[in-house]
């Protein structure tokens, strides 16, 4: 392999894929990136099995060539450089690259035993605006679980149905729930994807990235943008039901000011904060919302004004999970429906939003 | 205890003084901010009996009275509340404070179990300009030791002669010597100021505060910046007598630009940075600083264009130390000084400088 490249196209190429690469892997291979120069493009490659991320820039290669370089150590050298032109040659034993006055050899790994990657065909299962896939992916991993127990909690489910695909992530305390519009679609389906690959898709995904089309094939997924393409693994099982856990009817209604609400849920929380259950009292009545905590060493009072139908109610819940809803709603007044002290809390938009937010309440003696 | 003040001065004032509060003090009342009301003011003070912190701000003062809050729930409470007017009341047992319909209720101690804190008079040992001791500070404490068996190396020495403060720091591995101007300067005297109150120093000082006196008194030292009061227990001991370490003479001078051998040094670094010592080699000779590291990942050679005087010379560092020294200085032409592979390195400003960087070299086989 011999080639030369603009040290600013791969410090960029690089910091997008290592991060799929896995530091502290049992195979020391996918502790590597792969390179591989053709034509008049490098290709650089990484995956910890789960996630695959490839990158691909314009380069002038002299003599083509596969070799795997360290992960780490490649990434962060080419950060520290300046970004001129440098030259990467290798032998398959080590890679050289030269740099004005100033020379690296690494040792690498012979290509032929890394795994082989991305080789999904370019038809899509649906298309959809980047900002949507986005939001979804915001607004739900914020729900998925953490217990390997579950391995579906691991994963938001892409339901998708006529023009629409909804989001579902839940842990067993709080459900999120987003429904957007696709383009493309081809027939119903549900999916489950690692809330860890959407995170690396949302990084990929800028505002004006357009249309972002989605292959599914073979149990994984697949997303191109530009000319970075990043495949997952989908997760294997049932999700649960989570219509049967939507309340479909409510006794109280309150619309309240966001940020207000968010404001008074924050500063109550701060006393419970070190507390087991991060327990806050919201007691809607009168006109208004009173969130309240209190505990040996202090009360926290915050009242948000409200506007109210149905019945008074007071209903204990984890200070975190409401925290953690509202701050995912970019709306300025949002809907909070009840009923009574032991149903899930709903948090939606007052209007207008395509996501719902479920909350568990928790039992107050 | 009654009081109004404005949420902006108590959020800022709050924030000062909370870094002295010790959350994990064995006596509760170190993890609090005393309140003090008298007249038109509010002082706010905390300490870990070594830094002691007061700040005082305007208040409406309704009841003059004494109280100590649990800090690090005051702290975030208070920074947390939209900034207009609020009032604090206290009967000794709980603070109330009342902000917009919100209201909070947090016990507190009595405040006479609070250690007295700052009572030093007002007569300046030396003055310096604010600049100049943030410099000495932020240049000096880099080098001092984090290990308790020696607590004088926890400090940095302050040596006060004719016109000259002399900040001096070492751990045993490299040493930092600072010299700045002084004015009304009483005697030649030597202190050791810990690292630790040195940092809250330097938070407390902008480039615009102009002169800062500096008071000592009673192993104690005090600065005061605006309506803040800082004080800091001395370290007692003997320091090490650092001008007999310094070498006097040199065998090879080397002047480099500082970025360039700043980024050879960082570069270098990265291969051996998980190793136990993460030791480069520096080659003095040829034109030029070649800067290299090696172990059974790879090898790095960096060159750097030099202006040498005297013999050539290879002798190894570690990495970090030069480092350290390196971004620490704003200078844009650095002098290496050299006395063979054994004797320590001496780094300063090409010119004009008024520090002095020694890192003692590590042998190599």
Known sequence: MKLTVDGLDLAEAVATVARAANAKAINPVLEGIKLTATKDTLTLSATDLE???QKTIRADIKQQGTVIVPGRLFAEYVRKLDKSSLSITSDGQTVVIKH???ICNFQCLPADEYPSIINLTEEPYFSIKSEALRDLISKTTICTSQDDSRPVLKGVLFELYKDTLTGVALDGFRMAKVEKSIANYKDAGKIIVPARSLDEVRKLLS???GEVNVVVENKFLQISVGN???ATRLIDGEFINYA????KEFTSDAVVEKSHFENAVERAGLLVRSDRVNLVTIKVGDKQ????STNEIGRINE?????LTGKDVTIAFNAKYLFD?????QNDFIKLQLTGEHSPAIITAAKDGDFTFLVLPVRIS
Chains 1, 2 share one sequence.
């Open 207 to 209: 505002d004006d990235n």
């Open 228 to 230: 970075t393409i990043m």
């Open 325 to 329: 809803a509202l701050r995912n709603i």
């Open 51 to 53: 996630i695959f991320l």
């Open 244 to 247: 049967q856990i939507m309340p």
């Open 100 to 102: 004005a006055d100033n």
């Open 289 to 292: 919302v009173a969130v309240s």
């Open 303 to 307: 009242k948000v004004a409200a506007s």
